[in-house]
Each structure stands twice: as structure tokens, then as C-alpha cells.
């Protein structure tokens, strides 16, 4: 029998290669850079417009673009795994109702503290076992009043998860607790998630700009 001829790849060949791999690592390194460049822009807007409270036309306008950008940097990408689990604090909102507490706080006797979302997806969801966890909105009035809206949470997609609401207290300043009816439901997209920055979505049309601050945090 014939020995088969051994094809010795040309150094061209590996030139070829090593090149296109030059090429990749080049394009990834700036494809980050321009992303970490779009979220700088967009922390140092946000920090100016107190959590959506006073966003001026201009900043609403710069906001809009860089979540548009971060939004396609996030395309394609799954975000509702065990990522999302953590204690964020609101940077940014579009929702009214949020934005509402935050202005007028004062008029009850107290102030707005630190805003807050807490999110627990659990080690064991994913999109095609449908795990349900838990999701919580808080309001802080400093030193120890809330108001804390508990949810359930279910992974619907690669970046959606649905909640139901299932519980709501408002702790006031001074200790005493109020329960509070809970009802409606909804979902949320995120739209962009890494290690210390989630922009998400929501069924209502509002986006909220998010940083982690830690695991999940349950407040009580």
C-alpha cells in the first residue's frame, strides 16, 4: 500500500492565519472600547438628572442614544440567566410612577433614599425550565422606612422575564408598616447586562438604567 502524501500547510497558510487573528483580536479590543466609551458617556448624563427626576431635553436625547447603542451591543446575547442575579440600585428611570415618590417624598415628613431592585433568578433558571424567582422594588426613606413591592419572576426568553406581583408594605420612618394590595404583572427586557451595568425595558414602555451593588439583598 501506498503511503498517503502529508499536507504541510504552506507558511503562507499561517501567515493567513495569523494575520486574520491579529485582525479579530484588533476589531474585539476596539468593539469594548467603544462600548465602555458609550457607557462612561452614558453614567455621567444619568448623574446629573436625579435618577430621571430633572432630565433636561438634551440629556433625555443622550440617554436615548446610548441605550439604543447598548442595546445593539447586547443583541443576540442572553441576559436572564444567573447574570441578572443581584442587588441593583436605580441610576435612571423613565417610569412615572417611581419618579412621582422621588419628588414628593419631602411633602410626607421624610426624603427619598437609595432606589433599588433585587433580583434572584436562581442557579437553576433558564429559559427552557422556566424557573421562578423572586423580585423586589424598593424605595428607601432613610433611616429605616420603604416601600417594597415583592414579586414573583420567571425567565420567558434569552433577555425577558415576567413578574406578578405578590406583596406590598410601606414602611414608614418612624416603624409603623402598612400592607398594601398587590396586583398587576408585566415583563421586562434586558436590553444590555455585564458586570456592573443592566439597562432593562418593561412591558409599560419605561427603561431603567441599573448598577450592581451586590448579591441579592431581600429587605424586609
Request: hydrophobic fraction near 35%; aromatic fraction near 8%.
Amino acid at each position: 500500500m501506498l503511503a498517503q502524501p502529508q499536507v504541510v500547510p504552506s507558511r503562507r497558510h499561517h501567515t493567513t492565519a495569523s494575520l486574520l487573528s491579529r485582525v479579530l483580536v484588533r476589531a474585539r479590543a476596539r468593539y469594548i472600547s467603544q462600548v465602555d466609551s458609550i457607557k462612561q458617556e452614558l453614567l455621567e448624563v444619568v448623574s446629573r438628572t436625579g435618577r430621571g427626576v430633572s432630565t433636561s431635553p438634551a440629556d433625555l436625547r443622550s440617554i436615548q442614544n446610548a441605550v439604543a447603542e447598548l442595546r445593539r451591543a447586547g443583541e443576540g446575547t442572553e441576559t436572564t440567566g444567573k447574570d441578572q442575579t443581584g442587588t441593583w440600585e436605580l441610576l435612571w428611570t423613565s417610569e412615572k410612577e417611581t419618579i412621582f415618590i422621588l419628588e414628593r417624598a419631602p411633602l410626607f415628613g421624610t426624603k427619598a433614599g437609595a432606589v433599588y431592585q433585587v433580583i434572584d433568578a436562581g442557579s437553576s433558571s433558564s429559559i427552557n425550565g422556566g424557573s421562578s424567582s423572586y423580585l423586589q422594588n424598593v424605595i428607601t426613606f432613610p433611616p429605616e422606612g420603604a416601600f417594597i413591592v415583592d414579586s414573583s419572576l420567571t425567565v420567558a426568553g434569552r433577555q425577558r422575564v415576567e413578574f406578578g406581583f405578590t406583596a406590598a408594605k410601606l414602611k414608614l420612618p418612624g416603624g409603623t408598616t402598612f400592607g398594601l394590595p398587590p396586583f398587576g404583572k408585566g415583563w421586562f427586557d434586558n436590553l444590555y447586562l455585564d458586570g456592573d451595568l443592566r439597562v432593562s425595558y418593561d412591558s409599560r414602555g419605561d427603561t431603567l438604567i441599573t448598577r450592581r451593588v451586590g448579591p441579592p439583598r431581600r429587605f424586609m
